[in-house]
């Protein structure tokens, strides 16, 4: 299956913004076709929870490949992957991973510095990974398998207090390792995003909160990269509630035609 790595990694150095679309299923994915979206990625999250797990790589990475397997068959799209810590204990076994993707046409992945266990996340040590990242790389390059690599530093999302020094020194390390791209989830202050995307010589990616920048302010700060996380895949089926719930309640299919 052909691998789109140099289109992806172009769209990540071009003047605009590249919006990603978030999918958890062939379904979602086929929406963003039909919108002429460039590139969608997967949801971890969103994956999961369509399939009964909480997020955190408790959905085995069989049954995760099987979506991808479907999205991948029926999406026009460049595809990239939320691996999240990798499914894999070790640089071997993430590369392993890896490769399989990119056999199925997988342009790229996000791998995270942090790893949830009994619910519980907590990130890992900045030099620990940055090694790890390298012999990743190293194992990708010697199999000859282009995948373009978006770190995701989780120094924001875990609130920690020290959180912009600590994203600061993490891109310093990750953006030596061989990766392509950084990104910085629950980041949301034009300030924080400035300095990261001065210090960063990686395309620097954002998502969706509450309180983030919009689109234009985003790319004049040095964004290139904007996705929506799983926040689409929690609000459709917010939505199938209250629907649902007004059928019962005005026993009546009405509301699901106007």
């Known amino acids: 299956m052909k691998n789109r790595f140099n289109e992806f990694l172009a769209l990540h150095h071009k003047t605009e913004l590249l919006q990603i679309g978030n999918v958890w299923n062939a379904q979602s994915a086929q929406v963003y076709d039909k919108l002429n979206f460039e590139a969608i990625g997967t949801s971890s999250a969103a994956v999961a929870s369509s399939l009964g797990f909480a997020d955190g790589e408790e959905m085995s990475f ?7 397997k479907r999205i991948a068959a029926t ?14 204990n070790t640089p071997e076994e993430v590369s392993d ?8 046409g997988v342009a790229g992945i996000n791998i995270e510095d942090s790893i949830a266990t009994d619910g519980q996340r907590s990130i890992i040590d900045a030099n ?26 989780d120094s924001f999302l875990l609130g920690l207090p020290n959180a912009l020094e600590d994203a600061l020194n ?21 300030a924080d995003i400035e300095k990261i995307t001065a210090s960063s010589s990686l395309p620097v990616s954002v998502m969706c909160m509450p309180d983030l920048p919009d689109f234009k302010a985003l790319q004049t700060a040095g964004v290139k990269r904007i996705s929506a996380g799983n926040f689409l895949n929690s609000i459709i089926y917010k939505e199938m509630e209250n629907k649902v719930e007004k059928i019962v309640n005005e026993n009546s299919f009405a509301t699901l035609f106007h």
Do not use: M
């Open 97 to 104: 991973n890896i490769i399989r993707l990119h056999s199925l």
């Open 75 to 88: 999406a026009s799209a460049i595809l990239s992957v939320d691996l999240e810590a990798g499914y894999g």
């Open 62 to 68: 069989d049954d995760y490949l099987f979506i991808i």
């Open 170 to 190: 993490r891109t310093k390390l990750y953006q030596d390792t061989g990766v392509h791209g950084l990104f910085f989830p629950c980041i949301t202050q034009i």
């Open 128 to 153: 620990g990974f940055a090694a790890k990242l390298k012999q990743i790389t190293g194992a990708l390059a010697k199999a000859g398998v282009e995948v373009f690599i978006n770190v995701r530093s």
